[in-house]
């Protein structure tokens, strides 16, 4: 099975992959988070695009293409999702290509719908373990003590992307070049809208009423 996790930053995209994958095995392929390492280890593409992430614009095309085409064709024949690919209908129409192409298809889109505030307070409350890449989130998922991952100690510190300055630009860039996306794979049949505003749990639930029924 095949699924693309789409929504705005902070819908909680990489939050309900995690799950799904401990929930059903399926493996996460994340843009973001490839593009992140690939930035940490200071590797060519990451000091390509870091300057970019950092504003909150759309990395080029060709180099995500690139890069997620690779990452897909080491999953094999296992069920995965995609999570923040594609990102705008360029990247789209390449996907349905190379899965013409594979002789694969999308089984569903789990587009993640949440109010603007609500995407605005869960990123300007994001915190993460530099160390051990815990999650943290004030004041829905405090640390034991302030300012430090309760794993090793290490300081906890916000994604560059996410001071608000950042986040209304990337909700800007979503609303501009990815939500197109919504109608692209409603016209196809494929998307499921997902109330997920709520607790995490009742999210989750959701998604796996949709794939109990797609499966
Ligand atoms: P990427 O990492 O994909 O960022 P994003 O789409 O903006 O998504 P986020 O990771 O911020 O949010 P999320 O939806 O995963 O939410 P999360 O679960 O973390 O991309 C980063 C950058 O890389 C882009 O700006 C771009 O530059 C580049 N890039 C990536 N892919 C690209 C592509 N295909 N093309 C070009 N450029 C690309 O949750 C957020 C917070 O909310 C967490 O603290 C969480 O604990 C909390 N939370 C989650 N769910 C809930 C809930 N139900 N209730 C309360 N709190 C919740």
Known sequence: MILILLGPPG?????????LVKQRGFTHLSTGDMLREAV??????????????????????????????????????????????????TQAEKLDEIFVAENLSVDRVIFLNVAEEELVKRLSGRFYCPKCNAGY???????????????DGEKILRR?????????NRLKVYHRLTSPLENYYREKGLLAEISAGEHPDRVTESIMKVITATW
Do not use: W
């Not at 819908?11 to 799950?19: E, V």
């Not at 000091?47 to 997620?68: P, R, W, Y």
């Not at 560059?160 to 209304?168: A, F, G, S, T």
């Open 137 to 151: 989130n004030y004041p829905a998922h405090l640390p034991k003590v302030d300012g430090v991952c309760d794993t």
């Open 11 to 19: 819908s909680g995209k990489g939050t309900q992959a995690k799950r």
């Open 40 to 89: 940490k280890n200071e590797t060519e593409l990451g000091l390509k695009v870091k300057s970019i992430m950092d504003t909150g614009e759309l990395v080029a095309d060709d180099l995500i293409i690139g890069l997620i085409t690779e990452k897909m064709q080491e999953v094999g024949g296992a069920a995965f999702m995609l999570d923040g690919f594609p990102r705008n209908l």
């Open 160 to 168: 560059p992307d996410d001071e608000e300055d950042v986040v209304r």
